[in-house]
């Protein structure tokens, strides 16, 4: 089934070590998204990638940056983590264009704790 | 700017009696509005859409929503809650008139339907 999948789902990282998640999907969808949810929550939008265009929220700190190397994976680095970076990261795709209609497929999400 | 309001943290009912989530929306053109429901430590899960045509829109599990466009208003409803609906609900919308896919999501409703 096509899907959007998030590894790992769990973790732990250090204050200040840095920390890498990632996403990869089989929805061929041009479009990926990185938000993040904190404890119920809404999901915030961090960045997002049209097709090879990286598109960064004006209110995201620095300290979070995104690579996309390709159509299917991309990943969520945090450099430094800090405690109030612990959060669900939520990784999603959608099409662009007419397929705009079509509603964003969300994967199951990391939960990041920071120690 | 697009934005969504959800003026309910929390929605209590009795299993079997009508629920109801509101939802009011703010966009510069037209919108595309969708509900998502959330289960503990699971992604978004994609509930139904309004796009265009019947102010009624069904969607999965027998939930059910109203757009308003005078009251811009997208009400989440069902008729008869289960204890399973128990979760938390988003209303999200997309600005379609600029082109727009970026999805904004409100701060959620959490839903407790008692047996």
């Known amino acids: 089934d096509a899907m959007v999948i998030q590894n790992p789902r769990y973790q732990v990282t250090q204050f200040g070590k840095p920390v890498t998640l990632s996403c990869s999907q089989t929805?061929?969808?041009?479009?990926m998204y990185w938000y993040q949810q904190k404890s119920s929550q809404a999901p915030k939008l961090l960045f997002h990638?049209?097709?090879?265009?990286?598109?960064n929220e004006a209110d995201t700190p620095d300290n979070f940056q995104s690579r996309r190397p390709n159509t299917s994976f991309c990943f969520l680095d945090i450099r430094s983590p800090g405690l109030g970076d612990a959060a669900m990261y939520l990784c999603?795709?959608?099409?662009?264009?007419?397929?705009?209609?079509?509603?964003?497929?969300f994967g199951p999400g990391t939960r990041l704790t920071v120690t | 700017a697009q934005s969504v309001a959800q003026p309910e943290d929390q929605v209590n009912v009795a299993e079997g009696n009508p629920l109801t989530v509101k939802c009011t929306y703010s966009?510069?053109?037209?919108?595309?509005l969708f509900w998502y429901v959330q289960y503990p430590n699971r992604g978004l899960q994609f509930l139904l859409k309004?796009?265009?045509?019947?102010?009624l829109v069904k969607g999965s599990y027998g939930f059910e929503a109203e757009f308003n466009k005078s009251q811009t208003s997208f009400h989440l409803k069902k008729p008869s809650a289960l204890v399973s609906d128990s979760a938390l609900y988003f209303c999200?919308?997309?600005?379609?008139?600029?082109?727009?896919?970026?999805?904004?999501f409100g701060a959620g409703t959490r839903l407790f339907v008692k047996a």
């Open positions: 309004y796009i265009t045509g019947d102010n």
């Open positions: 999200a919308v997309r600005d379609r008139d600029t082109g727009g896919f970026k999805t904004i």
């Open positions: 966009v510069s053109g037209n919108p595309y």
């Open positions: 990638y049209y097709d090879k265009d990286f598109n």
């Open positions: 999603a795709t959608s099409r662009s264009g007419m397929s705009a209609l079509l509603p964003i497929n």
């Open positions: 929805l061929n969808h041009n479009v």
